[in-house]
């Protein structure tokens, strides 16, 4: 089966820009996940898609951070405006059902604010 | 909320020797608890999961062993091969739909030809 497709890969901005990262989950996959993994660190949940409902979004910065999952399917994921303290690996995953299961995830966007 | 302790942050052994990563949690309540590996440029990979009412769980040459007494829960690679460096993370999960998996800092593993 295709794996989690993001893109784009790499992504250099000024700060104050804004930017969007988009992730399509392997078919068939019911939720869908974007993590921010910093540098030397283990990747933390922003939000959490159920279908194209969000059921996690707790750690999501909403005054800068977006995210949306069109049709339950693709999702896209903004950042408006940008700091120097968000560069980091932006990971999407999915996974079959919600609960105790592996995801699996796309190879990321990693994102430069300057 | 859940909190999950890794060590050690970097590990170095020679090929053929066995590697051992240690985690433990904070929440008693959480019940799975999955294995990453993290090659350079690419997105975390599940290698091995343990559930909470299984001790020891093994797949060819790694194993992950649990101790829900003592919330501590480890990785061992035996018989380590070259392509076996790169980043290994630990996490911990509680029961029931849409809960969140909570990471460790990573390991990196370096072995030596």
């Known amino acids: 089966e295709a794996g989690v497709a993001q893109s784009p890969r790499y992504k250099i901005i000024e700060k104050r820009q804004s930017v969007a990262f988009w992730c399509n989950p392997i078919?068939?996959?019911?939720?869908l996940y974007w993590y921010q993994q910093i540098l030397g660190q283990g990747p933390k949940l922003l939000i959490q898609f159920q279908n194209n409902g969000v059921v996690d979004d707790s750690q999501l910065p909403k005054d800068r951070f977006s995210a949306e999952r069109l049709k339950g399917v693709d999702s896209t994921l903004k950042i408006q405006p940008a700091k120097l303290e968000d560069s980091a690996v932006y990971l999407c995953?999915?996974?079959?059902?919600?609960?105790?299961?592996?995801?699996?995830f796309g190879s990321g966007t990693r994102l430069t604010v300057v | 909320g859940e909190n999950v302790e890794q060590h050690p942050s970097t590990l170095s052994v020679q090929e053929g020797d066995s590697a051992v990563i240690k985690c433990t949690y904070s929440d008693s309540a959480s019940n799975y608890f999955p294995w990453y590996k993290q090659e350079l440029g690419k997105g975390p990979q599940l290698i091995i999961d343990i559930r909470s009412n299984v001790g020891e769980k093994k797949d060819q040459r790694i194993a992950v062993t649990l101790n829900k007494t003592a919330k501590h829960f480890s990785l061992h690679i035996t018989e380590t091969q070259p392509e076996d460096s790169a980043v290994y993370f630990c996490?911990?999960?509680?029961?029931?739909?849409?809960?969140?998996?909570?990471f460790g800092i990573g390991t990196k593993l370096q072995v030596i030809p």
């Open positions: 078919s068939g996959h019911a939720t």
């Open positions: 995953a999915s996974s079959l059902v919600s609960g105790n299961y592996g995801y699996t």
């Open positions: 996490a911990a999960s509680g029961s029931g739909g849409y809960q969140k998996v909570t």
